[in-house]
Structure formats: C-alpha cells, structure tokens
C-alpha cells in the first residue's frame, strides 16, 4: 500500500497522462487513415489512369510495352508498386516479384476506391476503360514507411510530454503535501500538550482554509483548558475558605456543647448553616456557568418576552434590600418592549446586575434602571453610584471569579460571567463604563419581529 501522498499524486497525473496520450494516439491515427496520404493516393490514382489511357492510345494496342513503360514510371514517380490486370485478375504489367493484392472482379470493386490495410499500406484502384471497350484494372500499393515513420516521431513526442510531466509534477506534488506536512506537525505537537502549537496559514485553497480551521480549534481548545485550569484553581480557593470557617465553627460548636449555656452553641450553629448555604449558593453559579460554557441548556428556548415587565418583576425582588440601605431607586421602564430571547437566562442576567447594584452601591447611593428602543435592539442601562473603574477593570469584572478592589465582598466574583455567558447565548451583549460618579451597565438584546423573530 502507497502511504505517501506525494508518491499517489506522481502516480495519478502519471496515469492520467498515459490514458490521455494513448487516446490522442489513435485519434491521430484515425485521422491519418483519412488524411493527407488518402487523398494524395487518390489524385495520384486518377492521373495515373490517364496516363495509362493516353499510353495505350499512343500504342494503339498492338503491344503491352507501352502498358509496362507506364507502370514503372508510376512506380517510380509514386513510391509505390504499380501494376495492370485484366478483368479476369491476369497481370498485364507490373514490376518483377510483385505480390499481388487477392484479386476481385472488376464489376464487384467500386469506380475508384483506396483502402488502408492492418500492415500500415495503403491500396488504391481504380478501372481503366481502353478503346474498343475493354476494361482493365489499374493496382497502386504505397507502403507503411512513411506513415510508420510520422507514427514513430508522434509517439516519440508523447512519451517526451510524458517524461517532462512526470518530471515536473514531482516538485508540485510536494507542493501541495508542504502545508499538509507542517499540519500535521502542528497537530502532534499539540496532542502532546504544547497548546500554542499553531499550522502556518498559507493561500486561500483547501489546505490554507483547513490550516485556518486547526488554528480556530486549537484556540477554542486552548481557551477551554486554560479557563479549565483556572476555574480549578479558582474553585479550590473559594471553597477552602468556607471549609476552614466551618472547621472552626465546628470546633466552637463542640466547646459550646459542653458548656451549660447553648446561647453561644446556637451563633455557632447559624454560622455553620450560613457557611453551607454560601457553599451551596457558590457551587450552584459553578455550575450554571459551565452549563452555559458547555451549551447543555436543554431548557434553553427562546421566544418573545416583554423586557419591561420582565425588568420589572426582577427589581422588586431586590427592592427590599435596596430600601434596607436606603438607596434611591429611580425607574423608567416604558412599555410595550419585546425581546427575543430565552426568559430563564436573560432572568439570571438581571438577577446578578441588580443583585450587585444593591449590594456594592453605598448606603443612601442611587441605582437608575433606564429602558430605551434603539431601532433593532433594546437597550437597558443599570446606573449605581460607585467609584470609578480603571479602564481594564470595566473588562475584568466579567471574568469569572474577579472581585477586583472588592475581595472582601460577599459572593464569588461568578454573577456579572454568568450574566455576560447569558447575553452572548441570546446574541446580545453587556458592558461596563464609567459615568459621573458612578457605574453603568449596558444590556443590549435584539428586538422582536414577527415575521423573522429576532431582528
């Protein structure tokens, strides 16, 4: 079996070239037996007959030596061996040795007819009416050495073409096996674990297109398992914490079980449970966000939503904790708005915006919820009193598990990813910027039109 691609693509332009050269061969052949020789028979064949006729009248008839004069002039003149037979097949002249072609009755052959045979000759004949009546027949037979020779110096052309094909489809082929190569060792190098392992992207063909699509895995891949690490990482960082306030929760509990007084055994016991719950709330975003990453929301149906009300119905539940802190909460959600979107995500969007804004906007601050109609989109802007951002951490809120200035926070830095997670999975978007003495963020989802859905 031929495993080198190259080798399979030498052979089959090879083969392709042999077919396409043994089908112009007999083409040429096909032709030539009606060419040029055929006709040029044909002439010389017709004018031989009038001079075998202006021969025989010159003679008058009385002797054949005129007849004979004649064939060994045309023989001579033609390249061709030339003789004269009677209607019975009797030769009445010709040259010394001759072969003769099987003869036929006069009345069964044509006026004129040239015939090539399966040797390469080429036989011509034609009647020859004399004075008086009698008929005779005029034979030509050219032979194969011209044709033979023309068939020669042809196929020698060919087989030239061939050689120089196979020649120069050598470099061509490792032309197109080059790129496929240097992939594949981009491929093994990144099955061994160098993930920065990248094809080189060449032209626009097939193998350029397909470079292109390895480096779009490799990048995807490469994303995947580095935010797979750090989600590890990240992961195990949160949950010690709790671990180690609930190891000592617990240990307090035990000293507080022996003591007659369960006052402090109770406080224990509630920071123990608040722990749990945390750790419970912690691992439940965990896994919403990779349900997200993963695309296995079965129950992921989008669908027109009126955003005004669905904004509304989010706020009120944070409303209490707004009030508790004194916030100034200030609405503007008119309405009718639709969106098309999946209700469940675009409700955790709003959970986390809102829940954040209650929670880092400080006491007797301002939160602004403000909807508005941009043409194909709806845009709803979160506005909370805080200090401003450096420009790249507008962008590094939204990675998982960044808290920023605020570490000693609650939550787990995982609300405004799942919410950006939420938006991209509806083809929308969220961003951050900063306004005057405060913090915006920007939701923007496509519109609903009936007769396309989303705009």
């Not at 949160?238 to 006052?263: F, G, H, I, N, V």
């Not at 709003?350 to 601050?365: I, Q, R």
């Not at 926070?409 to 003495?437: C, F, H, P, V, Y």
Request: some cysteine.
């Amino acid at each position: 079996m031929i495993r080198r691609l190259y080798i399979k693509i030498f052979l089959m332009v090879l083969l392709v070239v042999l077919v396409t050269e043994v089908i112009v061969f007999a083409l040429f052949r096909s032709v030539s037996d009606m060419g040029q020789r055929s006709r040029r028979a044909n002439g010389q064949t017709l004018a031989a007959v009038r001079l075998v006729e202006d021969a025989w009248r010159m003679d008058g008839g009385r002797s054949g030596e005129a007849l004979r004069e004649v064939v060994d002039f045309l023989g001579k003149s033609f390249d061709a061996e030339v003789w004269i037979t009677s209607s019975t097949g009797l030769v009445l002249a010709g040259p010394q040795g001759l072969t003769l072609v099987t003869p036929v009755p006069v009345r069964q052959r044509p006026d004129l007819g040239v015939k090539r045979n399966n040797d390469g000759t080429l036989y011509a004949n034609a009647p020859v009416v004399l004075p008086g009546g009698n008929e005779v027949r005029l034979h030509l037979l050219y032979s194969g050495k011209e044709e033979r020779e023309q068939e020669s110096i042809f196929l020698q052309g060919l087989l030239h073409i061939c050689l120089a094909v196979a020649v120069l489809i050598i470099p061509v082929s490792w032309i197109i096996t080059g790129p496929l190569k240097r992939l594949n060792v981009a491929v093994l190098h990144f099955a061994e674990g160098n993930l920065s392992a990248r094809a080189t992207e060449t032209g626009a063909d097939e193998i350029g297109t397909l470079a292109r699509s390895f480096n779009h895995m490799a990048e995807s891949l490469q994303r995947m398992l580095l935010a797979g690490r750090e989600l590890t990482a990240n992961v195990s960082h949160e949950l010690r914490s709790p671990l180690a306030r609930l190891r000592m929760s617990l240990e307090l509990a035990s000293d507080a079980s022996r003591k007659p007084e369960r006052t402090a055994l109770s406080r224990h016991l509630g920071c123990m449970a608040e722990e749990i719950e945390h750790m419970d709330g912690l691992i439940a975003r965990i896994l919403l966000m990779s349900k997200i990453n993963l695309s296995q929301d079965i129950s992921f149906r989008k669908g027109p939503i009126n955003i005004a009300e669905l904004a509304s119905a989010v706020l009120a539940r944070h409303r209490p904790a707004m009030e508790a802190r004194r916030l100034v909460l200030s609405i503007s959600l008119p309405g009718p708005l639709t969106i098309y979107a999946d209700a469940e995500s675009v409700t955790d969007a709003l959970e986390n915006v809102f829940g954040n804004a209650a929670k880092f906007t400080p006491g007797g601050g301002t939160v602004a919820v403000t909807l508005r109609d941009e043409g194909c989109w709806a845009r709803l802007d979160v506005f909370n009193t805080a200090d401003a951002l450096a420009e790249e951490e507008l962008e590094r809120i939204f990675h998982p598990f960044h808290r920023g200035e605020r570490k000693s926070a609650e939550g787990a830095g995982l609300g405004l990813t799942i919410a950006r997670k939420a938006m991209e999975r509806n083809e929308g978007w969220i961003s951050a910027s900063n306004m005057d003495q405060g913090l915006n963020f920007s939701i923007r989802l496509s519109l609903y039109d009936p007769r396309g859905r989303g705009e």
